[in-house]
């Protein structure tokens, strides 16, 4: 029914092929993840919350794994998944501007209210003329900040970061850039070529490697109080960079946006700007690089990864590269 409405309206039928793919595809994916969160509530009401975060790794692990897609196809798909219904509660958030900005960085805000335009149409419900009403005062708002459709730009990095990350900061504010030096932080799957990359591209810095020590200290990766300690002493290696005002490197597989978010308020604490730089390859050569490797991971645990892998987006830092191999 979804699907049925979104070809259906005019705007879809406006837009390139390549475009209507991505949409298309969303609309199938959006609840997917509805299977393993709904819920009957006491009162009878029938929720399933968190079930676009969740539904975004899954649209990620099958367009990664399964149905070979190109990065930045398979990325603008798994974002529409997550964000699907902002425009319907962007004006309960704490400040529905900021969410709207920090949504445009992500996804394209127009695709957005297209595909929440036709879920709405695509339900038997009696307040359908309210919910559009809801998507067209999100567009408005889109519009109004100049993100409908396109990124928000900001004067440079800096001052992107500093919108996003504090409360009171206005959009055009541009802060004073008190940064003392960079931090590499890499991210991916074992196997994606996160080392090879470090070498290539930053032969002169210094690195901290979490499987260098973790080698060193002969700690299994699956010591979860081992890993512990390898973390702590990385820290304690990166706080001695940090103290001299030294850019280096942090490597390790920083998967997930709540291990960087505690790693990034550690470096920015100290004066660091980072720079995060995402690296990929197609999940077979993934498979063939990582059994390739001296130290091999075992294919449970990068499978395993992988339906947890939350790609970095560009509010997380203020810089974020992705080498995707295809």
């Known amino acids: ?35 393993s969160t709904t819920v009957i509530e006491d009162d009878g009401r029938i929720t399933s919350k968190g079930h676009a975060k969740k539904g975004e790794l899954t649209a990620r692990n099958i367009l990664y794994t399964e149905v070979e897609t190109p990065f930045f196809i398979r990325e603008a798909i798994a974002k529409l998944v997550r964000h699907h219904g902002l425009p319907l509660w962007v004006f309960e958030k704490e400040d529905p501007v900021k969410a709207a900005i920090s949504a445009s960085l992500e996804v394209s805000t127009m695709h957005l209210s297209l595909l929440a335009q036709a879920d709405i149409l695509g339900r038997v419900c009696p307040d359908k003329d309210e919910l559009l009403y809801k998507i067209e005062l999100f567009s408005e708002l889109c519009r109004e900040h100049d993100c409908f459709g396109k990124a928000k730009q900001f004067r440079d990095n800096i001052s992107k970061f500093f919108y996003l990350q504090r409360k009171e900061s206005g959009v055009d504010f541009v802060p004073f850039n008190d ?28 690195v901290v490697s979490l499987d260098d020590i ?42 997930t946006r709540s291990m960087r978010e505690q790693l990034i308020d550690l470096f920015t604490s100290y004066g660091g700007r980072v720079k995060i730089i995402y690296v990929e390859v197609p999940y077979k050569v993934l498979l063939k690089q990582n059994e390739n490797r001296e130290y091999a991971v075992p294919l449970n645990v990068i499978q395993k990864m992988i339906q947890k892998l939350e790609v970095p987006s560009a509010v997380e830092a203020q810089e974020v590269l992705y080498e995707a191999g295809f």
Do not use: C
């Not at 940064?179 to 932080?185: L, N, R």
């Not at 074992?190 to 591209?201: E, L, R, S």
């Not at 700690?219 to 820290?235: F, H, L, R, Y």
């Open 1 to 35: 029914m979804v699907t049925e409405a979104l070809i259906g309206l005019d705007e879809f039928k406006m837009l390139n092929e390549q475009d209507q793919h991505i949409l298309f595809a969303s609309a199938l994916l959006h609840d997917v993840e509805k299977r």
């Open 214 to 255: 973790r080698r060193r200290l002969k700690i299994d990766p699956t010591d979860s109080k081992g890993n512990g300690t390898v973390i702590q002493e990385a820290k304690e290696a990166a706080k001695v960079y940090m103290r001299a005002r030294k850019s280096f490197v942090w490597n390790a597989t920083n998967i």
């Open 179 to 206: 940064t003392k030096f960079e931090v590499i932080m890499m991210a991916g799957i074992p196997g994606a070529g996160k080392d090879t990359y470090v070498k290539k591209h930053f032969p002169d810095l210094p």
